[in-house]
């Protein structure tokens, strides 16, 4: 079996690019400053006094970041997966006992649902 996968890159015009949002950890240090990390990318930290300029200086880190990279969009498509029911799918067809076994099997809800009724 062979596997294939379709990767595709989607790169946008960068002349109106969108806001962006991250989430960020923030965590009071020992020496009482402020720590903010952005959660994903834990090495891109801003350090401070106070959570605003902690929040500051990671902004202007990760602005900086962006400077010289660029955010694309991956999609990969998921392998084809064969559904496992279609194995058996028609198994019984030809069997003269279905049509009973599906009575049956009818019949067998109806009295369920009798019960459920009567609680």
Do not use: H
């Amino acid at each position: 079996m062979k596997n294939i996968m379709n990767l595709s890159v989607k790169i946008a015009p960068n002349t109106n690019a969108p806001k962006l949002t991250y989430d960020v950890l923030i965590k009071s240090q020992p020496d009482n400053t402020v720590k903010a990390t952005l959660l994903g990318l834990p090495d891109c930290e801003g350090l401070g006094n106070t959570e605003t300029e902690a929040i500051e200086k990671l902004s202007q880190s990760l602005q900086t970041r962006l400077e010289t990279a660029k955010i694309v969009t991956l999609e990969i498509a998921a392998p084809p997966s064969e559904n496992p029911w279609l194995k058996i799918a028609g198994k019984y067809k030809d069997d003269p006992q279905f049509d009973k076994m599906l009575e049956d099997i009818a019949e067998y809800r109806r009295e369920l649902d009798e019960n459920n009724e009567l609680r």
